[in-house]
C-alpha cells in the first residue's frame, strides 16, 4: 500500500518562497520517478515538475523554470518542491505524484496524496 501526504503549504506574498513537502510510505519510492502536480478550481491538474528515481535528472513545467526546484531524499522517502520568487498564477492545490516508471517523462500513477494549499497574494 502506498500513502503520499504532502505538507508545507500556505500562505505567501508574490515573491516570496515555500518549500512543500511529500512523505511516501511503500517500498516502490525510491525505484520510480517522482511528480508534482497542482490544481485550481475549474481547470485540470497540471504538471508541475517531476524527477527520476535516483534524482539525477528532472523537468519543469514551462511555467515554473527557473523557480522551482524538485529533489528527493530516497533514504527517507521524501519528495520536495522548493518554490522561490512565487506569483499568484502559482496558487493552487499541489499533489505528489508516484510515477509508474523509473525515468522521464514522467508517467503519473493513481497514488496520490491529499494535496497541500499554496496560496499567492499579489
Known amino acids: 500500500q502506498v500513502q503520499l501526504v504532502e505538507s508545507g503549504g500556505g500562505l505567501v506574498q508574490a515573491g516570496g518562497s515555500l518549500r512543500l513537502s511529500c512523505a511516501a510510505s511503500?517500498?516502490?519510492?525510491?525505484?520510480?520517478?517522482m511528480g508534482w502536480f497542482r490544481q485550481t478550481p475549474g481547470k485540470e491538474r497540471e504538471f508541475v515538475a517531476a524527477?527520476?528515481?535516483?534524482?539525477?535528472?528532472?523537468t519543469y513545467a514551462d511555467s515554473v523554470k527557473g523557480r522551482f526546484a524538485i529533489s528527493r531524499d530516497n533514504a527517507n522517502n521524501m519528495l520536495y518542491l522548493q518554490m522561490n520568487n512565487l506569483k499568484p498564477e502559482d496558487t493552487g492545490v499541489y499533489y505528489c505524484n508516484l510515477g509508474m516508471v523509473t525515468g522521464l517523462p514522467f508517467r503519473p500513477s493513481g497514488y496520490w496524496g491529499q494535496g497541500t494549499q499554496v496560496t499567492v497574494s499579489s
Open positions: 524527477i527520476s528515481w535516483r534524482g539525477g535528472t528532472t
Open positions: 511503500g517500498r516502490t519510492f525510491s525505484s520510480v520517478a
